[in-house]
T-cell receptor, first 113, second 112 residues
């Protein structure tokens, strides 16, 4: 399978706990995006990497959120001290340097109790 | 402010009943407009990219068109398996990160 993969697919946690999600982009894609989607809404941009550099962050990305892409391949998104409002689908997308189309992974659905 | 509005929010069709979904956008400059299909609990699946007014793309029963202010996704003779949420997104020009701005989507239900 050469598509974008995300792990885990589902996560249930208690308020105040930390969670970490992983994204593996399409192998030749050097650009990686994180989005968040809540019920009935379209995805909202969180952050963007070109290779290992984090070049853009949305104001939606509070200080409790941190993302990394240490070797320019997979990426992780960590949420510290989770709140009920963090419950959402977290989507990862990747694209090549020569194209504009972003390809999405299956998402990680987070439920904060 | 860059904005995308999709209509209708929901659409119910009988199998074979053709219709169109609308995506209106306001951006300072358009680098590209994208259509995605999303099934419940899954990530968006890429359908089309349109770059300039007058451009059209087709795939099976779907056809996407673009003007300077809106895009349409035409569905010809839909089947129940076309039931999904269709998302429209724009990529404004001048944004370094090329993040997409999405509409809320149109949820299509096709009954047999």
């Amino acid at each position: 399978d050469t598509g974008v993969s995300q792990d885990p697919r589902h996560k249930i946690t208690k308020r105040g706990q930390n969670v970490t999600f992983r994204c593996d982009p399409i192998s030749e894609h050097n650009r990686l995006y994180w989005y968040r989607q809540t019920l009935g809404q379209g995805p909202e941009f969180l952050t963007y990497f070109q290779n290992e550099a984090q070049l853009e962050k949305s104001r939606l990305l509070s200080d409790r959120f941190s993302a990394e892409r240490p070797k320019g391949s997979f990426s992780t998104l960590e949420i510290q001290r989770t709140e009920q409002g963090d419950s959402a689908m977290y989507l990862c997308a990747s694209r090549s340097g020569s194209g504009e189309t972003q390809y999405f992974g299956p998402g990680t659905r987070l439920l904060v109790l | 402010e860059d904005q995308v509005t999709q209509s209708p929010e929901a659409l119910r069709l009988q199998e074979g009943e053709s219709s169109s979904l609308n995506c209106s956008y306001t951006v300072s400059g358009l680098r590209g407009l994208f259509w995605y299909r999303q099934d419940p609990g899954k990530g968006p699946e890429f359908l089309f990219t349109l770059y300039s007014a007058g451009e059209e793309k087709e795939k099976e029963r779907l056809k996407a068109t673009l003007t300077k202010k809106e895009s349409f996704l035409h569905i010809t003779a839909p089947k129940p398996e076309d039931s999904a949420t269709y998302l429209c997104a724009v990529q404004p020009s001048g944004q370094a990160g090329t993040a997409l701005i999405f509409g809320k989507g149109t949820t299509l239900s096709v009954s047999s």
